[in-house]
Nanobody, 121 residues
Framework: QVQLQESGGGSVQAGGTLSLSCTVY?????MGWFRQAPGREREFVAG????????DYADSVKGRFTISRHNGPNTVLLQMNSLKPEDTAIYYC?????????????????WGQGTQVSVSS
């Protein structure tokens, strides 16, 4: 059984930094981070293949966010710098069986519980 455990998040002022962590129990997968703001659809933020060879970022976060492995292939970090109020959302990690990073939510079979990120201006 695959389980995802998220940690991190919180509240910060614009320009600040936060980091999120996601640990997967039950296998090694391509991992992705998504976010969902109130009234909006869940959107892709960043993803990484299990090997770490391929990383992908949404244009809105490119250059500010970094996805990386931590202490092995089962834990993924999302370092978020230069945060903006529009980054405010619930952030979810998810795993996919694909060998490439997909941006479509329907390609991800298992999801974390979500963690709130709030950025004030």
């Amino acid at each position: 059984q695959v389980q995802l455990q998220e940690s991190g998040g919180g509240s910060v002022q614009a320009g600040g930094t936060l980091s999120l962590s996601c640990t997967v129990y039950g296998g090694m997968y391509t991992m992705g981070w998504f976010r969902q703001a109130p009234g909006r659809e869940r959107e892709f933020v960043a993803g990484m293949t299990w090997s770490g060879a391929t990383r992908d970022y949404a244009d809105s976060v490119k250059g500010r966010f970094t996805i990386s492995r931590h202490n092995g292939p089962n834990t993924v970090l999302l370092q978020m710098n230069s945060l903006k109020p529009e980054d405010t959302a619930i952030y979810y990690c998810a795993v996919s069986d694909l060998e490439s990073v997909a941006r479509d939510v329907y390609e991800y079979r298992h999801w974390g519980q979500g963690t709130q990120v709030s950025v004030s201006s």
